[in-house]
């Protein structure tokens, strides 16, 4: 059993950064790839960044390439979501989430974080 816990959300003006973190525990994270997910109101959940515990095959919805950058620190137990550049259009919920597979897409979680609010307002 996987245990999600995440941080860093708060308020931000459009065009500031903001960084997440996800604090995993519970098991070895080793066979597990990260992500994050959101969730904007009236919208349904949607995948935002991945990344192989080891480090490899960071990959991103194209909403936010070239925008966020997912990385995790083994060291830590902790995956980070730094989000530069931000529109009010990426206001949501975010969700860590941790799969359990060897592709890295498509994405599909096992376990589930509850979530933390970004508001970016205009």
């Known amino acids: 059993q996987v245990q999600l816990v995440e941080s860093g959300g708060g308020l931000v003006q459009a065009g500031g950064s903001l960084r997440l973190s996800c604090a995993a525990s519970?098991?070895?994270?080793?066979?597990?790839?990260i992500g994050w997910f959101r969730q904007a109101p009236g919208k349904e959940r949607e995948f935002v960044a991945g990344?192989?515990?080891?480090?490899?095959?960071?990959y991103y919805a194209d909403s936010v390439k070239g925008r966020f950058i997912i990385s995790r620190d083994a060291a830590k137990n902790t995956v980070y979501l730094q989000m530069n550049s931000l529109k009010p259009e990426d206001t949501a919920v975010y969700y860590c989430?941790?799969?359990?597979?060897?592709?890295?897409?498509?994405?599909?979680?096992?376990?589930w974080g509850q979530g933390t609010q970004v508001t970016v307002s205009s």
């Open positions: 989430a941790a799969d359990y597979g060897g592709f890295i897409a498509p994405m599909t979680p096992d376990y």
């Open positions: 990344i192989r515990w080891s480090g490899r095959n960071p």
């Open positions: 519970g098991r070895t994270l080793s066979s597990y790839i």
